[in-house]
């Protein structure tokens, strides 16, 4: 049948008024398309928070809805072609070594035409000293002027280079052509080859239980031993008639629980209250019976820390582990042949060599935050080399820094991880 040419003329106003609609939604977008004969060029939005030490707030970046935490110094973001991108965070406040890094790299980007962006995190100026005519140099003449604790941000997404500088935040969204820039990579990615092991994962508060995180309950316990896990950390804190138990902290134990009565419990109160009205509260007895009943599994304490007092009171000295927060505990343990993990604080305190204290003191094991291990690399390979197994906690504290993530990234590194949930990565061949 032939067709009407005003059917052919009404089908293409038809279409003429969708792409205009279309068009129009679009253009209201965060990431948006702006198109021409012949290209299409597309943006992302990326915000950069910059905080200085006077804020006690993290800094971060968002791009393509990633939300990266950054650590101390100066970090550089390198923008690639695609939504892509790289960053390094450089230890300015520490580490003279870190500065010439930082500087051989700027100058380099500067010389490819690279899209970059660079962010401050706490303290970050403090080794900045004797470098001001290279940074100036560079045509960062901002970041040659920064004091020790203020914030900063820089890009040069428009073509030209931008900063800002101000005694405690800095919040700034740019939009970047992720089109423009090419695949060149600055910063490549490093890989550490280890041997898997159930020994590199420490179920975190006794591990996740049907979702739920920090319960630090005999049902963690037995769900987290059947998937895999053999190390188990506890919280372990005092109720108000001296009794050792198994919580985070009792604010939110109360939480937990709906608990109203007055804080710290009774022993007696304790033992009748249910995390979230199904999983079991423990207490000494309960620690033991269930090691006992479990003769594989090692127990790792959080926030006590006098090692002989629960060293007595605990099952089998031989598996336990001692997370302690002083020099003193640490070594009063070490009198006592209790192992011991040694906790960030006092570790980074230790003046002098860290790794012959740990030595002498016959300390096997260490705790740190996963967020300070990019800018303490050096003290990580030192204590890897010793055969001192790193452990690092703040897992899932960062978004898309999980378990997987550290997997992934950070093992070899370090030696293991504090995690909520097993995951098939973390199959032992052992």
């Given at each position: ?94 580490s003279k070594e870190d500065v010439q890094d930082l500087l051989d790299v700027l ?228 009198e006592h042949g209790i192992n011991t993990m040694i906790s960030q604080e006092p ?84």
């Open positions: 049948m032939m067709k009407s040419p005003y059917s052919t003329i009404n089908f293409k106003i038809c279409l003429l008024f969708v792409s205009l609609f279309i068009g129009n939604h679009l253009e209201a977008a965060t990431t948006y398309t702006i198109s021409s004969f012949n290209e299409s060029v597309i943006y992302g939005d990326v915000v950069l928070n910059s905080h200085s030490f006077n804020t006690h707030e993290r800094s971060t970046f968002m791009y393509d809805s990633q939300l990266e935490a950054i650590e101390r110094g100066l970090t550089i973001v390198h923008f690639q072609a695609g939504n892509n991108f790289e960053f390094k965070t450089f230890d300015t406040y520490g100058t380099k980007m500067i010389q490819s035409k690279a899209t970059f962006a660079i962010l401050a995190h706490d303290s970050a100026a403090a080794q900045l000293t004797g470098y001001e005519k290279q940074i100036s140099a560079l045509g960062l003449i901002q970041l040659s002027t920064l004091k020790g604790r203020q914030a900063y941000v820089m890009h040069n997404t428009k073509g030209v280079i931008s900063e800002q500088i101000n005694d405690n935040s800095i919040t700034e969204t740019i939009q970047v052509n992720a089109q423009i820039g090419g695949k060149e990579i600055f910063f490549p990615k490093e890989v550490y080859e280890f041997e898997p092991s159930s020994d590199r994962y420490i179920a975190h508060a006794g591990g996740e239980v049907n979702g739920v995180k920090s319960t630090n309950s005999k049902h963690a316990l037995d769900e987290n031993y059947k998937k895999g896990f053999r190390i188990f950390e506890l919280d372990i804190i005092e109720t108000s008639d001296g009794k050792l138990v198994a919580a985070h902290d009792w604010n939110m134990w109360a939480r937990f629980t709906d608990y109203t009565g007055t804080l710290p419990p009774t022993h007696s109160q304790f033992m009748k209250q249910k995390i979230y009205g199904d999983y079991t509260t423990l207490d000494m007895d309960g620690i033991n019976t269930w090691f006992k009943n479990h003769p594989d599994a090692t127990l790792i304490t959080d926030k006590v820390n006098d090692p002989i007092a629960f060293a007595d009171a605990f099952i089998d000295k031989k598996r336990l582990i001692m997370e302690l927060f002083s020099v003193m505990a640490v070594e009063k343990a070490s570790l980074l305190s230790i003046k002098g060599d860290k790794v012959n204290f740990l030595k002498v003191n016959n300390v096997k094991h260490v705790a740190v935050s996963r967020r300070i291990i990019a800018s303490q690399k050096k003290l990580m390979l030192q204590l890897r080399d010793a055969e001192i197994k790193v452990y690092v906690f703040n897992v899932n504290f960062d978004a898309g820094k999980d378990e997987r993530y550290v997997y992934d990234n950070e093992l070899g590194l370090v030696y293991g991880m504090y995690a909520d949930k097993w995951i098939p990565a973390m199959k032992s061949k052992n």
